[in-house]
């Protein structure tokens, strides 16, 4: 009895290893998948995922990684909170250098960026999403806001991104003190 729950045992850890595995690799079926990359297209890179503010700041401040995209679909009430900021405060995104990609055509498919950013964000669709420097996917509306109205209106962080190479920070209270 002991025997077969071992096997049983170590067939699921095999199964979750593999498993795990295949979800790494990205692995679709080889149809020209975006994901893989496509003949004569190089293959998706996935991002780290930022839920916090404090990575994203750093990020975009700190080591000098501008927000390059922001995907969105019309439909989705926090993606229109943040447009509805941006026109608010007078910022043309894509003058800013943030390129819109729309996750859904009219008539509700999926576009292109929504495989960009399954791929991007480690298998989550979820928007708003903002990319930031090519390297991390930002989710949650409310902090999409604080970080572009820290980035875009913050006359200290103005100075420091026009200053030299970078924000040098020494320890965690350095960074606390950035972000207050």
């Known amino acids: 009895m002991a025997s077969s729950t071992s096997v049983i045992c170590g067939t699921a850890a095999l199964l979750l290893l593999l498993s795990a595995c295949l979800c790494e690799a990205f692995t679709l079926p080889s149809r020209g998948s975006p994901l893989r990359g496509a003949p004569g297209r190089p293959a998706l890179t996935r991002r780290e995922v930022v839920y916090q503010y404090d990575m994203a700041y750093l ?91 820290k980035l875009w209106f913050d006359e200290e962080v103005q100075r420091q991104l026009n200053s030299g190479p970078g924000i040098k920070v020494e320890s965690y209270m350095e960074i606390a003190d950035l972000l207050d």
């Open 59 to 149: 990020a975009t401040v700190a080591q000098r990684q501008p927000v390059t995209g922001f995907y969105y679909f019309p439909e989705c009430k926090f993606c229109q909170k943040v447009f509805d900021w941006a026109k608010e405060k007078g910022v043309d995104l894509e003058a800013k250098g943030v390129q819109l990609k729309n996750i859904k055509d009219a008539s509700g498919d999926p576009t292109e960026f929504s495989l960009e950013l399954l791929a991007k964000a480690v298998g989550n669709k979820q928007v708003p999403a903002l990319e930031i420097g090519g390297q991390h996917i930002m989710k949650e509306s409310g902090d999409i806001i604080a970080l572009l109205s």
